[in-house]
């Protein structure tokens, strides 16, 4: 028995070292070369991907871990009026399935410039830690992923959208508020979405949640006055508003009583065809 826990114990650490050997490791870095804006593009299929904002003067650096036998993955880019152009993705060389292990990527971006952000995120791990990152535009295509997204610190200066289009995924996404948007929009598919709005705000900003088959969780700050369209609940669907501290001003129509002088405001509109979505407000 002792004999063949040993050569189990062995079989495995010869795995790992295998394993370990297989994989190659790069770091990719785009300089601005006097651009003044960044244009990223992406399609990031399976593997686990990680976003980072960095006080760097690069627009984009990225430490990559890849098996090149399973992945091949680009980085290019180019100068034209003055806009730094990104474009990065990764994909399988064959049909063989393929762990997050194979295809691992650390993002930095840089908090120095202005930045419009484009991906595609697929079956996939994404950590994206936006905050702090002066983003102008923020479009995301979420497949079957896990994905996760947060803005720590306020972004410093106004972001004119936020689109999500999402499938049968997992998003989870907090601090929403710092990223000083005027527009967000997420279309939500048979999926997952704990979306959390608190932070800090400046002006209007719209908010327009639509889930086909599925459920969201959304957190609302107390402190920041709001009115809410809904399409009301059915048997099909539910839209529950918790902790309510809002007039209903009309059929599916809610205002906190300071909403109409306010300069700093919410303005949320719901909808969900088949799922639940729950609206609670929180410091």
């Known amino acids: 028995m002792k004999k063949a826990i040993i050569t189990f ?14 994989i190659k490791k790069e770091t990719e870095k785009v300089d601005m070369n006097g651009a003044d804006k960044i244009i990223l593009k992406g399609e990031l299929g399976a593997g686990g991907f990680k976003i980072l904002p960095k006080n760097q003067d690069e627009a984009f650096i990225a430490n990559i871990s890849y098996y090149p036998k ?3 993955y ?3 880019s180019k ?5 730094c152009f990104i474009d990065i993705g990764s994909e399988r060389t064959n049909k063989h399935s393929m762990d997050s292990e194979e295809n691992k990527w650390e993002i930095m971006l840089s908090k120095k410039h202005p930045i419009e952000i484009d ?23 979420v497949g079957a992923a896990d994905a996760s997204i947060s803005f720590s610190e306020r972004n410093p200066i106004r ?7 999402a499938g049968a995924c997992s ?25 959390d709005f608190l932070g800090d705000y400046e002006g209007v900003s719209r908010i327009d949640i639509e889930i086909g088959l599925g459920s969201a969780d959304i957190v609302l700050p107390k402190n920041v006055p709001v009115q809410i369209h809904t399409d009301g609940s059915n048997w099909l669907s539910s839209i529950d508003i918790h902790n309510n501290r809002l007039d209903e001003i009309k059929d599916d ?6 909403f109409e002088d306010a300069d700093n405001k919410i303005i949320l509109t719901v909808s969900v065809g088949l799922g639940s979505v729950d609206i609670r407000f929180r410091k």
């Open 253 to 258: 129509l809610y205002e906190s009583d300071d």
């Open 119 to 141: 991906l595609e995120i697929g079956a996939c791990k994404s950590d994206f830690e936006l905050g702090g990152i002066p983003i102008k535009e923020l479009s995301l295509d």
């Open 171 to 195: 998003l989870e996404m907090q601090d929403i508020g710092n990223a000083n948007f005027e527009s967000f929009k997420i279309e939500g598919g048979a999926g997952s979405f704990d979306l």
């Open 70 to 72: 399973n992945v091949e």
């Open 79 to 83: 100068i034209r009026s003055n806009k």
């Open 159 to 165: 972001l004119k959208s936020i689109d999500i289009d």
């Open 74 to 76: 680009w980085v290019d």
């Open 9 to 22: 114990f062995s079989f495995v650490f010869m795995f790992s070292i295998v394993s370990a050997a297989r």
